[in-house]
């Protein structure tokens, strides 16, 4: 088929090639109208439309997708088919790809991209529009988290202004995952463009509507976020899809002061003065407004000046840094920090905005800060303060699941101006071990920094001797506990050197800021037990995957309080649930005569007050009821059926 469409091309090449040549006496050149493109609308109808190709994304399974002559939507000829893979497939993590055309396609007049679709279960593709087109991307559309049942359905996806796509081969794309590690598959049908007159009321947005101010200098560029689009679909239903920025025409109120380009990028250019980002998508008015407060000048952070062979640098132009994971993770769902990272001058910041906590991770490979002494990091508030602010810093490291959180206080007039701050390990409170660092945690403690920029962030050695780690307990049990005798079968198990236990994504979160607990790891004759110390609460977490404990009947703990009790103390164990979001407690009483040894505590799953489910329990939470266990020892926990 292919052939015979270039065969075809090439006659229509020639003859126009003629015509060009016998015509051109008498007419100019710049008479002659310009080529359109062809306004096919069809994608995949019983197969590939001319000139449709498929590319499978990388780190996808290269042969996810295939045509399907059996399974199809209303005894069609054919439909697409993928194989969505299962956990850890060598040959992919995930089915997806780009469909797209040789030849630019003019769809400027329709509306939509529709097709129909099911699944062999109830399941939700990732990702799934139109506008990728291998290259500049530049009018992508796409929906996330698209749900699909056993039944064929129809869906819709709004063009949000088809005046832009003239010239696009971007026909078709997705992505999808597993779910919960398992693969499935799902059939595509019937997939084209469409003039529809029963999508309208459309609303756009930049900054998710919001109208913020911004203190800005002369040399910095972004890219605005925030961008959001929504229809009213014929269900009446508002749906939001994610468009590229190119579909937005943004306007700056003085382009003197700061532009902004085609792809959403604000250069400041000017200043001091103030200017203000609006957009609009064809005639509606994007809601949403940055109002840029140009200082003028960028005053960069202070050069460091410590010896680079004794520092190990995690973000500065200044020194060679260590590999780096990510520096927001965005940690849903109680994270709202998000970034608008920048660079002038060739020197590069960090920007943090709508600042509550955000986290930078460098577990690949691990940090071994054993012979640093110091945190050195350059902090600027750009908007002024009313009140004094707590900035805290929480350092984690991965090998002895342990954290410590330092916070210092930022007065009002010290706002709009570079902060150097230098903290001392030691004075990180519960970080026992530095030998495996892995994220460093910034927390705005009383809410009074909306934004920061950050930079030159690195561990040193002042050339004093290293901090020692915080000293072991006063008491350590001379003997392990006691061994478990519930069968294998009939276990769960979180953590015990008896049983094989499940995947733990912690076993101390230290939850900020509420949270005291330290935590440490011993070896009792082989035997590893986990010790908590300054103890108020502590949460074990199992959420990837969460465990069904539906079968089982009893939490089993072993704990050991090194110090002794002057009277009775109240030790509560709370459980959790992420698939029904529900949670569960039951307190044990432990008498005065009950420290300094091992207690076994088999808890029944039934007395845990709320747990109306536990077929996804993901934490595990111990707490100190009335303050009375400053510290315990912790083996043995795992669930067990009676």
Same mark, same amino acid.
């Given at each position: 088929m292919k052939a015979n469409i270039f065969i075809r091309l090439s006659q229509h090449l020639a003859a126009g090639l003629l015509m060009v040549f016998f015509?051109?006496?008498?007419? /100019?050149?710049?008479?002659? /109208?310009?080529?359109?493109?062809?306004?096919?609308? /069809?994608?995949?109808?019983?197969?590939?439309?001319? $000139?449709?190709?498929?590319?499978?994304?990388?780190?996808?399974?290269?042969?996810?997708?295939?045509?399907?002559? %059996?399974?199809?939507w209303n005894n069609s000829a054919a439909s697409m088919r993928f194989e969505v893979p299962n956990a850890n497939d060598p040959r992919g993590s995930f089915a997806g790809g780009v469909f797209y055309s040789e030849f630019p396609r003019d769809l400027s007049g329709f509306n939509a991209l529709t097709f129909w679709a099911k699944a062999s279960q109830a399941a939700t593709i990732g990702e799934i529009g139109f506008g990728n087109d291998l290259g500049e991307n530049k009018y992508v559309v796409s929906i996330s988290g698209l749900t699909l049942s056993t039944g064929w359905k129809k869906y819709i996806i709004p063009i949000p202004d088809p005046s832009r796509l003239t010239a696009e081969r971007g026909m078709f794309w997705l992505a999808a995952g597993n779910i919960d590690g398992n693969g499935f598959t799902f059939w595509v049908d019937e997939v084209k463009f469409e003039k529809l007159g029963t999508i309208a009321h459309p609303k756009f947005a930049i900054l998710n509507g919001e109208d913020?101010?911004?203190?800005?200098?002369?040399?910095? %560029?972004k890219v605005i976020s925030g961008l959001r689009s929504e229809f009213?679909?014929?269900?009446?239903?508002?749906? @939001?899809?994610?468009?590229? #920025?190119?579909?937005?025409? =943004?306007?700056?109120?003085?382009?003197?002061?700061?532009?902004?380009?085609?792809?959403?990028?604000?250069?400041?250019? $000017?200043?001091? $003065?103030?200017?203000?980002?609006? @957009?609009?998508?064809?005639?509606?008015?994007?809601?949403?407004?940055?109002?840029?407060?140009?200082?003028?000048?960028?005053?960069n952070a202070p050069i460091p000046t410590h010896d680079p062979e004794s520092v190990i640098s995690i973000f500065s132009d200044h020194y060679e840094n260590v590999p780096v994971d990510y520096y927001n993770g965005?940690?849903?769902?109680?994270?709202?920090?998000?970034?608008?990272?920048?660079?002038?001058?060739?020197?590069?910041?960090?920007?943090?905005?709508?600042?509550?906590?955000?986290?930078?991770?460098?577990?690949?490979?691990?940090?071994?800060?054993?012979?640093?002494?110091?945190?050195?990091?350059?902090?600027?508030?750009?908007? #002024?303060?009313?009140?004094?602010?707590?900035?805290?810093?929480?350092?984690? +490291?991965?090998?002895?699941?342990?954290?410590?959180a330092m916070t210092t206080t930022i007065s009002v007039n010290e706002a709009q101006q570079w902060l150097t701050l230098e903290l001392p390990l030691s004075g990180f409170s519960g970080l026992t071990s530095?030998?495996?660092?892995?994220?460093?945690?910034?927390?705005?403690?009383?809410?009074?920094?909306? %934004?920061?920029? @950050?930079?030159?962030?690195? =561990?040193?050695?002042?050339?004093?001797?290293?901090?020692?780690?915080?000293?072991?307990? +006063?008491?350590?049990?001379t003997e392990p506990a006691p061994t478990p005798?519930? @069968?294998?079968?009939?276990?769960?198990?979180?953590?015990?050197?008896?049983?094989?236990?499940?995947?733990?994504?912690?076993?101390?979160?230290?939850?900020?800021?509420?949270?005291?607990?330290?935590?440490?790891? =011993?070896?009792?004759?082989?035997?590893?037990?986990?010790?908590?110390?300054?103890?108020?609460?502590?949460?074990? /977490?199992?959420?990837?995957?969460?465990?069904?404990?539906?079968?089982?009947?009893?939490?089993?703990?072993?704990i050991y309080l090194p110090n002794p009790l002057s009277?009775?103390?109240?030790?509560?164990?709370?459980?959790? +649930?992420?698939?029904?979001?529900?949670?569960?407690?039951l307190a044990t009483t432990i008498t005065a005569g009950q420290s300094q040894q091992w207690i076994s505590l088999s808890l029944p799953l039934d007395n845990f007050s709320g747990l109306t489910s536990r077929a996804n329990l993901a934490q595990i939470i111990f707490v100190d009821v009335d303050g009375n266990i400053p510290s315990f020892f912790a083996d043995n926990i795992y669930f067990y059926s009676n």
């Open positions: 015509l051109g006496c008498e007419r /100019e050149i710049e008479d002659l /109208e310009l080529a359109t493109y062809s306004s096919n609308p /069809e994608v995949f109808i019983d197969g590939f439309s001319p $000139g449709l190709n498929y590319a499978a994304f990388g780190g996808s399974v290269p042969t996810a997708f295939d045509v399907d002559n %059996s399974v199809t913020q101010v911004e203190t800005s200098f002369i040399g910095i %560029s009213n679909m014929p269900t009446g239903v508002y749906q @939001a899809i994610s468009i590229a #920025p190119a579909y937005f025409d =943004f306007q700056s109120s003085d382009p003197s002061i700061a532009t902004i380009d085609e792809n959403g990028r604000i250069t400041v250019t $000017g200043g001091p $003065g103030n200017t203000t980002i609006r @957009a609009h998508v064809g005639d509606v008015e994007a809601e949403g407004s940055l109002t840029i407060q140009s200082i003028g000048e960028f005053e965005y940690w849903e769902p109680w994270q709202t920090t998000v970034s608008a990272d920048f660079e002038v001058n060739g020197d590069h910041i960090l920007h943090y905005l709508d600042f509550n906590f955000v986290g930078i991770q460098f577990a690949n490979p691990t940090v071994d800060a054993s012979s640093m002494t110091h945190l050195h990091l350059n902090i600027y508030l750009p908007n #002024p303060l009313n009140d004094n602010a707590q900035f805290q810093v929480e350092l984690v +490291d991965f090998g002895a699941d342990v954290a410590g530095r030998s495996n660092l892995a994220q460093i945690i910034f927390v705005d403690v009383n809410g009074n920094i909306p %934004s920061f920029y @950050a930079d030159n962030i690195y =561990f040193f050695d002042d050339g004093g001797d290293p901090p020692p780690p915080p000293p072991p307990p +006063d008491y350590i049990p005798t519930h @069968a294998p079968g009939n276990v769960i198990s979180i953590y015990s050197d008896h049983y094989s236990n499940v995947p733990v994504d912690y076993f101390n979160g230290f939850w900020e800021p509420w949270q005291t607990t330290g935590s440490a790891e =011993f070896d009792i004759d082989g035997d590893n037990i986990l010790y908590y110390f300054d103890f108020n609460f502590v949460g074990i /977490e199992f959420a990837n995957p969460t465990v069904d404990a539906t079968s089982m009947t009893h939490l089993h703990v072993h009277s009775n103390a109240q030790f509560q164990v709370e459980l959790v +649930d992420f698939g029904a979001d529900v949670a569960g407690a």
